[in-house]
Structure formats: C-alpha cells, structure tokens
C-alpha cells in the first residue's frame, strides 16, 4: 500500500463549478498535509496546507482533515480554466526525518469553459 | 530573482555518463530537499540536508547518486554510470526552518538518459 493515494483522474469539470480532490493516506500518525499544484512542465507550487481536523479556507480553496478516516480533500470553488492542472496531495509521516514528504502521484484536474 | 533555481534545466546523457545537477536555494533557507519525479508520478524524495549535513539519504536508489552542499548554500546531485531509467525530473526544493515542511521547488532539472 503506498503511502499516499489519489485518484489520477483526469477530473473534469466546468467553469464556475466546485472541483473535489480526495487524498487518503496510510499512516494514522502523519500530523501535516500539504496541497501542491503543478501545472505540465512546471514544478508543485503549494497551495495549502492543513494540521488539524476539520476544515481550512484560502481564497477559494477549502481543505478538509479527517484523521479518523485518513482522509484529506481539497475543495476548488468557482472552478477557472487557470486552474487546470495536476494537484498532488503530500503528508509527513511519523518517524521519518522532519520534512520528509511523500506525495501522491496527483490528481489531472480539466476546467473547462 | 529570490526563487530557488536549478540548471541546467535539460539534460541529455548518453548511458554510462556521469551528470551534475546543481540547486541554488532561497537565500537563508535552512533546509534543501531533492526529488525525483517520474512521468505521471508524484515527487519521490531523494535526499534531505540541513545546512552543510547531509541528515537522510535513504531515498536515494543507489550508490550510483551523490549529493552534496558543502557550504550550506548551493548543493549538486551527482549521477554516476547513469542508465535509462534514472530519466526524470530532478526537483530541488528549499525551506527557511530545519526540517521544515513549507517547501519551495525549483523548476527542475529534466534529465533523460539515451
């Protein structure tokens, strides 16, 4: 099992409509989740991230934590075609070296006009 | 510019070659990450230096791969006898804390091995 999965997608939804990507995760200790957008050719840009259960907005960005669950997910509202891209989801993990991610292998996101 | 910069950003190797990849990071950043990332694949972590320390190589997939950062600043992946399947992007991403999570990536180093 790896460490962080995502749904490769492609996701495509129209302009002005809410974009969900969910991200699950193997280890119950892992304390911090990180959003990362990479457009093609271009390298992950942070866009979120989120320590505690629950919810966190950015813009139009929401984040949900479930720890419970191993779950995280990333709201996009009011989907643009500029945010067409690929989103990679990353979480720490306990008892590895401090600031050692591991990614997910992303999730295509399509806006469409 | 005050991003971190990676060069060259291609780089064609024939098998068997040896190659550089150099990572300039944000100026002050603590922390230096590198990754590989494979097509249509999440960045894997390589290594991890804080300051001149190389503090975890046990990402890296074998003694063929080498890195350094000597001075704390700059900091060069080595890849010796390389082989076809060490063609990837090359991501070198820095920190301002020790360990810290809030990473910035540069753009990358496309390495493709013939």
């Known amino acids: 099992q790896k460490e962080v999965e995502q749904n490769s997608g492609p996701l495509s939804v129209p302009e002005g409509a809410i974009a969900s990507l969910n991200c699950t995760y193997s280890?119950?200790?892992?304390?911090?989740f990180f959003w990362y957008r990479q457009y093609s050719g271009k390298s992950p840009e942070l866009i979120m991230f989120?320590?505690?259960?629950g919810d966190k907005e950015d813009g139009r960005f929401t984040a949900q934590l479930n720890k419970a669950s191993q779950y995280v997910s990333l709201l996009i509202r009011d989907s643009q075609p500029s945010d067409s891209a690929t989103y990679l989801c990353a979480v720490n993990r306990r008892g590895s070296t401090l600031g050692r991610l591991y990614f997910g292998r992303g999730t295509q996101l399509t806006v469409w006009p | 510019g005050a991003g971190v910069s990676q060069s060259p950003r291609y780089k064609v190797a024939k098998r068997g070659q040896d190659v550089a990849l150099r990572c300039d990071p944000i100026?002050?950043?603590?922390?230096l990450f590198w990754y590989q990332q494979a097509l249509g694949q999440g960045p894997e972590f390589l290594t991890y230096?804080?300051?001149?320390?190389?503090?975890?190589k046990s990402g890296l997939p074998s003694d063929r791969f080498f890195a350094e950062r000597p001075e704390g600043s700059v900091s060069t992946l080595k890849i010796q006898r390389t082989q076809q399947e060490d063609s990837a992007v090359y991501l070198c991403?820095?920190?301002?804390?020790?360990?810290?999570?809030?990473?910035?990536f540069g753009p990358g180093t496309r390495l493709l091995v013939l």
């Open positions: 989120i320590y505690s259960n």
């Open positions: 991403a820095s920190s301002l804390a020790p360990g810290g999570e809030t990473q910035y």
């Open positions: 230096f804080q300051n001149e320390a190389q503090l975890d």
């Open positions: 280890d119950r200790g892992s304390q911090s």
């Open positions: 100026s002050g950043h603590v922390s």
